[in-house]
């Protein structure tokens, strides 16, 4: 069998995972301190480095083809929402997607910080019936396997008025909902500790679907306590919920 070769990633990737030992770290998380080590971003210190969606697919697939390799006594687990989500968990998570290097490490950096937490919902629209009957496909992805390719037309009355048949009226029920609500968790990352940050304070709002797995590098048992640990000492924590704001601690359950 045709060995593997080692790369300057997968290096990178076991130097950081040793770093740690068993003590989990997100997914994310580990794609930031590895891209960082990688030779273009330290000659620079991280300036100007971006976490491109090119980058994010590339090395998730090294990390799902190669860990069993890199490092055995790891797993990487996919912890669902059905299975809670704690505060603590949500922050590392929503921290480390910041896409910019520079919006990080001034988190990071900063003498006191805070995340706020709500939950919401975002329409995503599938497909849509325009005015001359024509069907427009927003999401092909989330059609029903049985969609029709072809949607019968409409037909007019002598008087020009648009009808539909029976049979466009199946076609059309055959495509499914227009339009579905995903549910998110969102997460306010703000560089100043307190109940109602000013525009200036927030650096980013980043929205975590529900529908979604959480992925945590860890040992085969997690440390649930190790989850909750925050990436930054002095950082508070908020919930908004039916129109109130409250601190809550990392072990508080959003979802």
């Not at 989330?142 to 020009?160: C, K, M, Q, S, V």
């Not at 609500?181 to 000013?198: E, W």
Request: hydrophobic share 40%; proline share 6%; aromatic share 8%.
């Amino acid at each position: 069998m045709r060995q593997a070769r080692e790369t300057t990633r997968k290096r990178l990737i076991r130097e950081v995972l040793d770093g740690f030992g068993e003590t989990p770290i997100c997914l994310e998380e580990l794609r930031w301190r590895v891209r960082l080590k990688e030779r273009e971003c330290s000659e620079y210190s991280g300036r100007n480095v971006t976490m491109t969606t090119s980058y994010q697919k590339s090395f998730n697939r090294s990390v799902r083809t190669y860990l069993p390799a890199l490092s055995p006594d790891l797993r990487l687990h996919k912890i669902s929402s059905a299975n809670g989500w704690t505060a603590g968990l949500l922050a590392r998570i929503a921290v480390y997607r910041l896409q910019e290097y520079e919006l990080l490490d001034k988190f990071l950096r900063s003498e006191s910080a805070s995340l706020h937490f709500w939950t919401n919902a975002r329409t995503v629209d599938i497909w849509q019936e325009s005015y001359d009957g024509e069907v427009d496909i927003f999401k092909e992805a989330l059609l029903p396997d049985n969609a029709p390719e072809r949607i019968e037309p409409l037909w007019f009355t002598r008087g020009g008025w648009p009808r539909s048949g029976p049979g466009r009226h199946q076609d059309l029920a055959a495509m499914g909902p227009k339009w579905i609500k995903r549910p998110l968790v969102c997460v306010k990352i703000c560089t100043k500790a307190t109940v109602s940050p000013s525009e200036a304070d927030v650096l980013a709002i980043i929205r975590i679907p529900k529908n979604r797995p959480l992925c945590v590098i860890g040992a085969a048992v997690l440390d649930a306590e190790a989850l909750n640990e925050l990436p930054v000492s002095s950082c508070e924590l908020f919930l908004r919920r039916r129109g109130s704001t409250r601190a809550i601690p990392v072990r508080h359950r959003i979802v």
